[in-house]
Every structure is written in C-alpha cells, then in structure tokens.
C-alpha cells in the first residue's frame, strides 16, 4: 500500500513564526502536492511538484514556499505564519502526471495563534 | 476562473435507500471525472472515476456522467450508516492539468 506520511497530526505555532511541515511517500511517486482544507471553502491546491527540485504555483500560493530536494519528501514552509493559515494541510501524490488517483496524507491540523 | 459545485448538504438518508450526489462543472473541455469519499478526521479517498458519458457501476456505487450538461453524479445503492461521509467531486481541469474539487456534500445515513 502507498504510504504517505505527514509529520506532525496537530500543530500550534505562533504569529510570524516559520512553519515547516514535511511530507514523504514511500512509492516512488512522482508528482506530490499540498492542499489545504477549510470549512466551506473544500479542498485548495497550494502548491505541486513534478519532480525532484521541481515546483509549480497552485491556487494560493500566496505565504507559502515549498521544497524537493528529494523525490520521497516535499516540504511546505510557511514563511511567517499568519492567523488565517490555520487550517488542515494535507498532502498528496500521485504516481505519474495527470494527478488523476491521489494517495493523501494524514493531514496536519495547524493552529497559528 | 474553473468551477466545480456541489450541494453542502447535510444529505440525509435511511438506512436501504439510494442517495443521490450531484455535481457540476463549468470547464466543457474537462475530460475526467472522480469522486471521493472523506470519513470525518481522514483523508479523502478515491471511490470512483469515469471518463465517457453514461452509467459506471462498481458494487453499490454508480457514477453518472453527462458532459453535454456538465453534470455528473454519484448514486449509492443500499446505503449504509458506513456510508456517512463527506463526498467530494473533482474534475481534471486545473492549468496544468491538476484536480478541482468540489467543496463536498455531507451524507448522513440514519439507521
């Protein structure tokens, strides 16, 4: 079975901290993603990749950066966090372009206070 | 901007009935089609795909497909309170070929 693993399952951090949340899959995938999921507003792309050091901009990626510098791990960093990043990240990857049957993380419940 | 709407729900239903998910999609051009199911406290899942118009059954699940209406659905047979869950359509059909999703329906099956 594809494992996708998130670091941490709760997190709290503070205003203008810098926030990393790491991802790693065991399945030699390809293609990795973050989402973010909030109340009402569903499932948002923040930020994807399609190979190793490889990153494209999703749907917000306004106050996040991201980095892989390898192929199993794909980093999301919150540069200085902010009260309305607080939500449930979640990471994903599929084995190869076209990001069809996603594997999702656990996801990480981030509180920025 | 390309959208993919859903009804929030809560959708309850009893325990034997059929439920009914719907969803449309404003990309004409999409092309794939999925559902996903996501338990209270998980992760979604994927439960379903289809890509040509009509009926794709698999067990009690039948996923409905029109792409002349945009509309594409997902019936659930013989519904079971295991069912309860969050259903989350997404089309392929972001600028690099990403997923869009819907921001899901609520399924409540009462026993």
């Known amino acids: 079975d594809v494992k996708v693993t998130q670091s941490s399952r709760y997190l709290v951090k503070r205003t203008g901290e810098k926030v990393f949340l790491e991802c790693v899959q065991d399945?030699?995938?390809?293609?990795m993603f973050w989402y973010r999921q909030d109340p009402g507003l569903g499932l948002r792309l923040i930020y994807f990749?399609?190979?190793?050091?490889?990153?494209e901009k999703g749907d917000i990626p306004e106050g996040y950066s991201v980095s892989r510098e390898k192929k199993e791990r794909f980093s999301l960093i919150l540069e200085s966090a902010s009260t309305n990043q607080t939500s449930m990240y979640l990471c994903?990857?599929?084995?190869?372009?076209?990001?069809?049957?996603?594997?999702f993380g656990s996801g990480t419940q981030l509180s920025v206070l | 901007q390309k959208e993919v709407e859903q009804n929030s729900g809560p959708l309850s239903v009893p325990e034997g009935a059929i439920a009914s998910l719907n969803c449309t999609y404003s990309?004409?051009?999409?092309?794939?089609f999925f559902w996903y199911r996501q338990y209270s406290g998980k992760s979604p899942e994927l439960i379903m795909s289809i890509y040509s118009n009509g009926d794709k059954e698999d067990g009690r699940f039948t996923a409905q497909l029109n792409k002349a209406s945009q509309y594409v659905s997902l019936l659930i047979r013989d519904s079971q309170p295991s069912d309860s869950a969050t259903y989350l359509c997404a089309v392929k059909g972001g600028s690099q070929g990403n997923l869009i999703f819907g921001k899901g329906t609520k399924l409540s099956v009462k026993p």
């Open positions: 994903a990857s599929t084995l190869g372009q076209g990001s069809e049957k996603l594997f």
């Open positions: 990749s399609y190979d190793v050091k490889m990153k």
């Open positions: 399945m030699d995938h390809e293609n």
């Open positions: 990309d004409r051009g999409s092309q794939s």
